[in-house]
């Protein structure tokens, strides 16, 4: 499964930005998708995570993200976006979409749980 993540940038304090990710998956309907980031001398942290037709599509949110983020699935374009409002200089990071498709839902969270990664978009919040 390949993952291709798009639509980072540059944007001030307060603004938004929609990240999407492209999945070659054939059944991509079966996959938990997630959104991790990454900031510079940090660990990759959790963002947002959306389930799978199967499971409801179920929204999870990190603290973080929780109110200013959704996540959200298009399963006929094979896509999944993350749209994020009220963007903070703390939320400058590398940005990574990652699919699953037999996570366990009290691993949702954790990067490890995921088995196939995209290659990251850059999302810079300038003050």
């Known amino acids: 499964v390949q993952l291709q993540a798009s639509g980072g940038g540059l944007v001030q304090t307060g603004g938004s930005l929609r990240l999407s990710c492209a999945s070659s998956?054939?059944?991509?309907?079966?996959?938990?998708m997630g959104w991790f980031r990454q900031a510079p001398g940090r660990e990759r942290e959790f963002v947002a995570a959306?389930?799978?037709?199967?499971?409801?599509?179920?929204?999870y949110y990190s603290n973080a993200a929780e109110g200013r983020f959704r996540i959200s699935r298009d399963d006929a374009k094979n896509t999944v976006s993350l749209s994020m409002n009220s963007l903070e200089p703390e939320d400058t990071a590398v940005y990574y979409c990652?699919?699953?498709?037999?996570?366990?839902?009290?691993?949702?969270?954790?990067?490890?749980?995921?088995?196939?990664w995209g290659q990251g978009t850059l999302v810079t919040v300038s003050s």
């Open positions: 990652a699919a699953d498709n037999r996570i366990i839902l009290s691993s949702i969270r954790s990067a490890s749980a995921y088995d196939y």
């Open positions: 998956a054939r059944t991509f309907s079966t996959y938990s």
């Open positions: 959306i389930t799978g037709a199967g499971r409801g599509r179920r929204p």
